[in-house]
């Protein structure tokens, strides 16, 4: 009986813990992603080319992707209690920064101000290794799986973000998500723990972070990751100007749908991961690959609008969400349990990364005159089938266990 209890006691705190992050998370996601949904209104004011609108909604992922390398190396010694609230309350200033340039009409300051707008991005490398420490290795790819649903904060700013701005204006929806952000610092602070099973890792950053670059499952799930969860930041800031430029939707109805897409992703990224813990990772970033691959290609003839163009853009989310769940599932398999917060922040930056260069190589291969993206996802339909053999044929079991 009393060893009942005790199960049923650790039990609570893994799933309090892993809400408690997954909100932190999906909160921070909401305000890196503060400027995508708002893109169409920034080209309009200021006048902006296809390639300057890239760059803007693009500027934010770069910092939110390599700042993740640091932030994993550092939840690794601090802890999720500690990184969770540090990196929520430094975000703030720069939600409220971002209206004041928009107030201004100013790109250079969107730009500045956007670009520090990202640490909010690399909250994703506190909470995997926090998760992981929570669950035992059979379940590390629900944990993983169901933290990631996080990124559903996308979602929440794409359908919200523009209504917010119709309801209460532009200058107080960014307070808006000001204060949200600090009350979360304050919820996480106050309510969120640390496993009894985490121990500090005391080694220094560098060091550490040379260790895990040593690791071969470190570079090849950033491959992986940098297409999968790549491709869905990239879908989730351009989304809405691609809607608009090929579907010639407003503002409003294309954050709808931008919000739709990442709902599908969201959903799926849990699935992956449970599904991988049954039946292993390599399956299911199989059919990731795969799945994405044939919907660049279906998208790039420009499926009639609702119902065909919607099912194609709903099954490329799902496929990428299968996707992020089981390289991360993959990830918190061959990991060496020390190296974990260091290993993720690496390919969490990997996949920020992949979703940094898609709306630049977009914006640059924009076919104005036949409202046209063909060049890109041809582009991305090659990247992921590449990804696809490499799964297949690459990733040799004996070899990235090895370091572990």
Request: proline letters at 5%; aromatic letters at 12%.
């Amino acid at each position: 009986m009393k060893e009942r209890s005790e199960r049923t006691i650790q039990s609570g705190a893994q799933m309090r813990n892993l809400a408690l992050a997954t909100w932190a998370f999906a909160i921070s996601f909401w305000a890196w992603n503060m400027i995508a949904p708002l893109g169409v209104r920034y080209t309009d004011a200021l006048g902006l080319s296809s390639t300057e609108k890239s760059v803007l909604v693009a500027v934010p992922v770069l910092v939110g992707s390599v700042g993740r390398i640091l932030s994993g190396a550092l939840t690794d010694r601090f802890g999720g209690r500690v990184m969770f609230p540090a990196l929520l309350l430094i975000s703030t200033p720069f939600v409220l920064l971002v209206a004041f340039a928009g107030n201004q009409d100013s790109y250079g300051l969107l730009l500045l101000f956007g670009f520090f707008l990202g640490i909010a991005g690399t909250t994703f490398a506190v909470g995997i290794p926090f998760v992981n420490a929570w669950f035992e290795p059979s379940r590390r790819g629900f944990a993983t799986g169901v933290f990631g649903a996080g990124m559903g904060g996308t979602a929440l700013s794409a359908f919200f973000t523009p209504r917010f701005v119709d309801w209460f204006g532009y200058t107080t929806t960014h307070v808006i998500i000001a204060a949200a952000l600090v009350l979360t610092a304050v919820l996480v602070w106050a309510a969120l723990r640390d496993s009894p099973q985490w121990t500090a890792n005391r080694d220094a950053v560098v060091p550490k972070l040379m260790a895990a670059a040593k690791l071969p499952v470190t570079w090849q799930m950033s491959f992986l990751y940098a297409v999968a969860f790549g491709g869905f930041v990239a879908f989730s800031t351009y989304l809405p100007t691609y809607l608009k430029d090929v579907y010639s939707y407003d503002l409003t109805a294309a954050g709808t749908r931008t919000a739709g897409f990442a709902i599908a992703a969201v959903v799926c990224r849990p699935i992956g991961g449970v599904l991988a813990d049954r039946i292993g990772p390599r399956p299911i970033v199989a059919t990731s690959m795969g799945g994405a691959a044939v919907m660049a290609v279906d998208i790039a003839f420009k499926p009639p609008v609702e119902l065909a163009a919607g099912i194609s853009f709903v099954l490329m989310a799902a496929f990428l969400g299968l996707g992020t769940g089981g390289v991360f599932a993959w990830v918190a398999e061959l990991a060496p349990p020390p190296r974990v917060g260091s290993v993720t922040g690496i390919v969490g930056a990997a996949g920020g990364l992949g979703g940094f260069f898609p709306p630049l190589v977009m914006g640059a291969t924009y076919n104005e005159a036949n409202h046209s993206y063909t060049v890109g996802l041809l582009l991305l339909c090659v990247v992921a089938v590449c990804a696809l053999l490499y799964t297949i044929v690459g990733i040799r079991r004996h070899l990235v266990q090895r370091p572990a």
